[in-house]
């Protein structure tokens, strides 16, 4: 009680009023702000770090001291400086797949934002099925309002152990690329990897130390030595994909729980898709979920894309597209949440392709643009057998349609198996073949390949994709074919887009088969899908 007799309490009502008033005195006016927000920031860093520096801090205060440093230490820190030199260039751009343009990072980033989620609510799923509706859920999620969200750029000034959870091309991974380089440029340590080669260096006999390294440095021309010594202690670790490393998951999770028990200077950001992890391995980290971008941040990024890529007088009237756009899809308002389907609308509106109101129309655009082989140096090639590759696809979103659930496994045989008998060729060159287009469609980001433990399942982003890609198969049926299925689809809800979106692609393809077997709702709507351009004349084909 002595002790406590000593202590003298003073409360500030305003001490922001009164750190300002001493900021006069000590920065040029007009920077008080800008100067408190610094030096909040750096009280957070202290916090975070129990008021202990690193040993980068020591050198450099040791330096600045006029205190010469030993030739070890002074190589040490070439070494650190190579290195971050070049992760700087190595992150200083981002590739836009829609426009197949690399843009600078700091200009084509777009204010993404998170909120917390308890750790348990992403506990996997009972059943497979289950993990990937609520998959097929996850970007027909709306944000939440701005006070219970958080900037996903300052997430790691929240602690020190994260994991980030989003949906496909909701923005994990230029996350990543965007902290890695904004902690470069402020001289901070970063590891960044890509946990799948994480896994696969492991695999060839690495340990996690060596492979996080290894695969942190690759391509940076340092040696592996001096590489493993300098990222022995990074103060950051951006790790993207746990869900992608299928079987060996949970093993990288283990060893990412343990490593960081022996790093607790470390920040640590690992990223994941909703399917293909287990929360409770992560039970005490702070979990946060990526939202969909706002009507806000929509503008804001498709003017950002806009600008670079046309001249300025033309911008305006094309955010103008896009917001008409926007309104009237609902398909395209969805698109739109997410940044990289953002890249594609804002693609075709810049080229003056998403022209009327029909969903046939952007789904056909869309598609089209996926088919061209985008490089980074934003040139444009056909993919490798374009008419295999759009009859796989057509065909799993065909497959998919009526097995929602099917392994990568069967349906890479069943593909397989369809083109072998189509093209006259044996079973394991249309297996490969039908693999390699399966790949080629991750790629350009129209389906994603789940993992969940041992399972591993295709899904199209967005099961509108689905839907339009199956459609496009239902055209290209013999007529037989389709008036056999339609009795056995018309009582199928999950076929009901599927035939409508065929009526829009060719109305004669739907219209007379559904005439005697159709709902009547459905034919209601086919009726108000078809008007008024669609082949007037239909509309005396369909029953009253």
């Known amino acids: 009680m002595k002790a406590l007799a000593r202590l003298h309490v003073e409360l500030l009502d305003t001490p922001e009023k009164v750190a300002f008033l001493l900021l006069k005195q000590v920065v040029r006016a007009g ?46 820190e070439t070494v650190r400086r190579q290195y971050q030199d070049w992760l700087l260039q190595e992150t200083r751009t981002l590739f836009i797949p829609g426009l197949g343009r690399e843009l600078p990072v700091t200009a084509a980033w777009l204010r993404l934002q998170a909120r917390k989620v308890p750790s348990r609510a992403q506990v996997a799923q009972e059943t497979i099925e289950a993990q990937v509706e609520a998959y097929r859920q996850w970007g027909q999620r709306d944000g939440v309002e701005p006070e219970n969200s958080i900037d996903a750029e300052h997430l790691t000034e929240l602690g020190s152990r994260h994991v980030i959870i989003g949906g496909p091309g909701a923005g994990k991974s230029t996350l990543l690329r965007y902290v890695a380089h904004q902690k470069s440029r402020e001289g901070r340590l970063v590891a960044r990897v890509h946990l799948k080669l994480v896994a696969l260096r492991i695999q060839r006999g690495d340990t996690f130390d060596e492979a996080l390294s290894r695969v942190a440095s690759d391509g940076s021309g340092l040696s592996a030595y001096r590489c493993e010594e300098l990222l022995a202690h990074p103060e950051f670790l951006l790790a993207d994909g746990l869900d992608e490393c299928g079987a060996d998951a949970p093993s990288i999770g283990d060893a990412l729980r343990k490593w960081s028990h022996g790093h607790q200077g470390t920040t640590l950001l690992v990223t994941t898709r909703p399917v293909g992890y287990e929360a409770e391995r992560f039970s005490d980290w702070l979990h946060l979920e990526l939202l969909p971008l706002n009507r806000e941040e929509i503008a804001k990024h498709a003017r950002q894309l806009l600008q670079i890529v ?11 597209r896009l917001e008409s756009t926007v309104e009237n899809h609902q398909a395209s308002s969805i698109a739109a949440r997410n940044p990289l389907l953002l890249g594609f609308l ?5 080229q003056n392709r998403l022209r009327g109101t029909r969903r046939v129309g952007l789904y056909r655009e869309i598609f089209s643009l996926a088919e061209q082989k985008l490089s980074r140096e934003g040139a444009v090639e056909a993919p490798p057998d374009i008419a295999v590759s759009r009859h796989i696809l057509e065909q799993a979103a065909w497959e998919l349609q009526e097995t929602p659930v099917m392994s990568s496994d069967i349906l890479t045989r069943r593909l397989g198996a369809d083109l ?3 093209l006259q060729v044996d079973a394991i060159r249309g297996e490969v073949s039908a693999g390699q287009a399966l790949e080629f469609w991750e790629r350009q980001r129209l389906i994603e390949r789940l993992r969940a433990g041992t399972a591993e399942v295709h899904v199209f982003v967005h099961a509108s994709f689905g839907e339009f890609a199956a459609a496009r198969r239902w055209v290209q049926m013999p007529v037989e074919s389709r008036e056999m299925l339609v009795a056995q689809m018309r009582r199928q809800p999950r076929w009901h887009e599927v035939l409508l979106l065929a009526a829009g692609l060719q109305p004669d393809s739907v219209i007379p088969p559904c005439s005697h077997s159709t709902t009547p709702v459905m034919l209601s709507r086919a009726r108000r899908y078809l008007r008024p351009r669609r ?3 239909a509309r005396s084909r369909l029953p009253s």
């Open 31 to 76: 920077r008080e702000q800008d100067a408190w927000n610094a030096l909040l920031k750096e009280a957070l860093n202290l916090m975070r770090l129990s008021g202990r520096r690193t040993e980068q801090h020591w050198r450099e205060y040791l330096t600045s001291e006029g205190i010469p440093l030993s030739r070890e230490a002074v190589e040490a």
């Open 535 to 537: 082949l007037m004349r």
């Open 420 to 422: 072998a008998r189509r």
């Open 310 to 320: 046309l001249p300025a007088e033309q911008v305006e009237a094309a955010l103008r």
């Open 346 to 350: 804002t693609s075709l509106v810049s």
